[in-house]
């Protein structure tokens, strides 16, 4: 069985410039997660999409928004990049998750650097 | 004062030794997650839990809801267990998460 992957694996870019990075979930797997890992600080929750719909999203500003296809795959983009922007962006999936009883598995992250 | 909070922040071991991980959250939970994510970055899902006790090989977990508390205990420790333990809580449709234990084991 194939696992969450995400591309591309590592992205430079400059301040003010956007970003589009794409995941794939495990086959059959309905929900989609992304995080925020920023160097020395903890996990943070981004959005949350399942059946293609946001279900939620963390305190980050509007310009980080993203969109779930009709195959589960997902996309986050950020506009307007920003230099703390620069983190570890991990996707994650599992079965629908009402009530987070739905262990996630976790792609290996795109590393996103702000110059 | 973090939601959820891991002790301790760094534990480094002889192989063999028995590793307890713990996390004290303040919030509701419908369920708690304990992760893996090792040096170059990758993370694994070890347990979900939302109530006893579960064990896999030498890892165990438990938790106790009215206490809002939850160990990791390794057994025998080996090296290969060195990584950086997350201890994270299924709140109001999100994960939130510690901010980690880093475990380094010694032959």
């Known amino acids: 069985e194939a696992g969450v992957t995400q591309s591309p694996t590592h992205l430079i870019k400059t301040r003010g410039q956007q970003v589009t990075l794409r995941c794939s979930p495990i086959?059959?797997?309905?929900?989609v997660y992304w995080y925020q890992q920023a160097l020395g600080l903890g996990l943070q929750f981004l959005l949350w999409?399942?059946?293609?719909?946001?279900?939620n999203r963390g305190n980050f500003p509007p310009r980080f928004s993203g969109r779930q296809f009709p195959n589960y795959s997902s996309e986050l983009n950020v506009n307007a990049l920003e230099l703390e922007d620069s983190a570890r962006y991990l996707c994650?999936?599992?079965?629908?998750?009402?009530?987070?009883?739905?262990?996630?598995?976790f792609g290996d992250g795109t590393r996103l650097s702000i110059l | 004062k973090n939601e959820v909070e891991q002790s301790p922040q760094n534990l480094t071991a002889q192989e063999g030794e028995f590793i307890t991980i713990n996390c004290s959250y303040s919030?509701?939970?419908?369920?708690l997650h304990w992760l893996q994510q090792h040096p170059g970055g990758g993370i694994v899902s070890l347990f979900m839990?939302?109530?006893g006790k579960k064990k896999h090989g030498r890892l165990i977990a438990t938790i106790n809801i009215q206490e809002k508390h939850s160990s990791l205990h390794i057994t025998a420790s080996h090296p290969r267990d060195s990584a950086v333990y997350i201890c994270?809580?299924?709140?109001?449709?999100?994960?939130?998460f510690g901010t980690g234990t880093r475990l380094q084991v010694f032959p």
């Open positions: 994650a999936s599992s079965w629908r998750a009402g009530s987070g009883n739905q262990p996630q598995h």
């Open positions: 086959s059959g797997h309905t929900s």
């Open positions: 999409y399942d059946e293609g719909e946001e279900r």
């Open positions: 919030v509701g939970i419908s369920a």
């Open positions: 839990l939302s109530s």
């Open positions: 994270a809580v299924w709140n109001t449709d999100k994960l939130i």
